[in-house]
T-cell receptor, first 112, second 117 residues
Framework: KQEVTQIPAALSVPEGENLVLNCSFT??????LQWFRQDPGKGLTSLLL?????REQTSGRLNASLDKSSGRSTLYIAASQPGDSATYLC???????????FGTGTSLTVIP | GAGVSQSPSNKVTEKGKDVELRCDPI?????LYWYRQSLGQGLEFLIY????????KSGLPSDRFSAERTGGSVSTLTIQRTQQEDSAVYLC???????????????FGPGTRLTVL
């Protein structure tokens, strides 16, 4: 069964810092990779989707990369803001299926 | 436009009772997913629908769990004879195209918080 690890589990940084969140899959045969944020008591909001033919995606201050050979993805957040405080989740389906495997998330706190 | 909606937002039930959870996906989205998020746990895949059919039911934890989708739209997740370990937030997501082979972004609903006493 696919296992997804996110490191660190929790992160607290002062406002303005750049930071990197990591995601790794035990089975590198993933088809694509999606990053989400989840605010307390809320559903998930999609941030970025890296398609199978892509290596990275950018949206505003967010940049996500995917190395399919190693099954690793990173989410880079530039100039962090208190509003970025949330839990960040990565997820991806295998090449042969539609089930999305989720990591347990990184809880981010940006201190004003 | 309207996003994915789920009802009820909260459900408290007694052990042994049946519950039905509803998901209204974004109009036109062919793929629909159910997930479960237990306290302190990651999201657990339950079932995936492509149109009205469910090619992947591998995540349903037991035969007490069932789901259906009608008209390629609304889906209901039914849990029979609820147990305390069923307490969790049940999340629904939809996407315009099926994930995996033809990929697309998943849009999530706010979830239904189920508490089994």
């Amino acid at each position: 069964k696919q296992e997804v690890t996110q490191i660190p589990a929790a992160l607290s940084v002062p406002e303005g810092e750049n930071l990197v969140l990591n995601c790794s899959f035990t089975d590198s045969a993933i088809y694509n990779l999606q990053w989400f944020r989840q605010d307390p008591g809320k559903g998930l909001t999609s941030l970025l989707l890296i398609q199978s033919s892509q290596r990275e995606q950018t949206s505003g201050r967010l940049n996500a990369s995917l190395d399919k050979s190693s099954g690793r993805s990173t989410l880079y957040i530039a100039a962090s803001q208190p509003g970025d405080s949330a839990t960040y989740l990565c997820a991806g389906p295998p090449n042969t299926g539609n089930q999305f495997y989720f990591g347990t998330g990184t809880s981010l706190t940006v201190i004003p | 436009g309207a996003g994915v909606s789920q009802s009820p937002s909260n459900k408290v039930t007694e052990k042994g009772k049946d519950v039905e959870l509803r998901c209204d996906p974004i109009s036109g989205h062919t793929a629909l997913y159910w997930y479960r998020q237990s306290l302190g746990q990651g999201l657990e895949f339950l079932i995936y629908f492509q149109g009205n059919s469910a090619p992947d039911k591998s995540g349903l934890p037991s035969d007490r769990f069932s789901a259906e989708r009608t008209g390629g739209s609304v889906s209901t997740l039914t849990i029979q004879r609820t147990q305390q370990e069923d307490s969790a937030v049940y999340l629904c997501a939809s996407s315009l195209l099926p994930g995996g082979l033809i990929t697309d972004t998943q849009y999530f609903g706010p979830g239904t918080r189920l508490t089994v006493l």
